[in-house]
Structures are given as C-alpha cells and as structure tokens.
C-alpha cells in the first residue's frame, strides 16, 4: 500500500493512525462522521422544504422507516433496524412525529403499541421523496457508474456495522 504520506507530504499518523492499516481505517471513521452530519443537515433541510415540522434528522428517518412498505412499525422494530438501542429517544421523537400528525399510534401496552403515517404523513413523505429524487438521484444519476460504487459502500457499510456492534460487545465486556 502507498502511504498517503508519501503521496502527499503530509503526515497522516497520530495516536489513533500509526501504521497504514490504522490511517485508512481512521480517513474512513472520520468520513462517516462528516457524511452522517452531511446527511442530517440534508434531511432537516429536505423535509423543511416540504413542511412546517421541525424535526431532525433521525427523527426524519424514522418517519421514512414507519412509512416503509407502508406497514405499521413497533418500536422494537424501528430501533432494529435503525441500530439503535436509545429507546427513550426513539419514543421521543415518536411522540414527537405524533404532535405534528405525521404518524398515529395504534394498539396498546397489552396488544403491542405500532405507528403508521398519517395522510399528511405520506403526503410530506411523498413530497421529500420526490425532492429527493430531483436533487440528490439526478446528481448522483449524472455520475458514472456511481451506482456500483454506492452499492458497494452500502455493503462495505453494512459489514462495518456488524464488526463495529461485535467490538462493542467485546469491549463492554471487558472493561476494567
């Protein structure tokens, strides 16, 4: 592997990067912070320009995800597949979507309590969707054989998710 360093002049080592594998795995933790504040600010100012809700970005996600396949979601559900397990803050920002009609609650303690869009739901999600497509789709569209290299980061991702969550568990385990 050629060091960036080398490439460059610059030298990209420091406490978390001494050695070229530790340099591109930090160059790669530092892209995913600036890409996931990218991608929040991106959905807050996308669901804006389609609505009055203040709502942040994962709030805006979760909306997506209670909207998917159109099937109700617990909130068991949504925080699996957000890989989340901040329940508290999951059912804040449910009751959040639920003040600004977004969502309804249906079921109960007993039955199982899930949440679905409402009509102004769909029609917000509708609405981003379709901005989403004119903004971020065309631009992306215009790239060549961009998709293949999303693709590939959304699978290089997923896997990064799953040695992340195993490292968690193992370092939860054997703290001092």
């Not at 959040?96 to 009609?101: I, N, R, T, V, W």
């Not at 569209?141 to 959304?154: I, Q």
Request: with cysteine.
């Amino acid at each position: 592997m050629t060091d960036k360093a080398e490439d460059h002049d610059l030298d990209y080592r420091w406490h978390l990067s001494e050695s070229d594998t530790e340099v591109v795995c930090t160059e790669l933790e530092f892209a995913l912070m600036r890409c996931f504040e990218a991608f929040g600010r991106w959905q807050t100012e996308c669901l804006a320009s389609v609505s009055d809700v203040g709502a942040s970005g994962p709030e805006n996600a979760l909306l997506h995800i209670v909207r998917m396949n159109d099937r109700a979601k617990s909130i068991k559900e949504l925080a699996r597949l957000t890989n989340r397990d901040d329940i508290p803050n999951i059912q804040y920002s449910m009751r959040k979507l639920l003040s600004a009609d977004l969502i309804e609650k249906q079921g109960s303690g007993r039955t199982g309590v899930t949440y679905q869009t409402t009509a102004e739901g769909r029609r917000i999600t509708d609405d981003y969707g379709a901005i989403r497509r004119r903004l971020l789709i065309e631009q992306i569209s215009s790239l060549p054989e961009f998709d293949t290299r999303l693709k590939d980061a959304g699978q290089c991702l997923n896997i990064l998710a799953g040695i992340y969550e195993e490292i968690s568990r193992i370092a939860a385990t054997h703290r001092r």
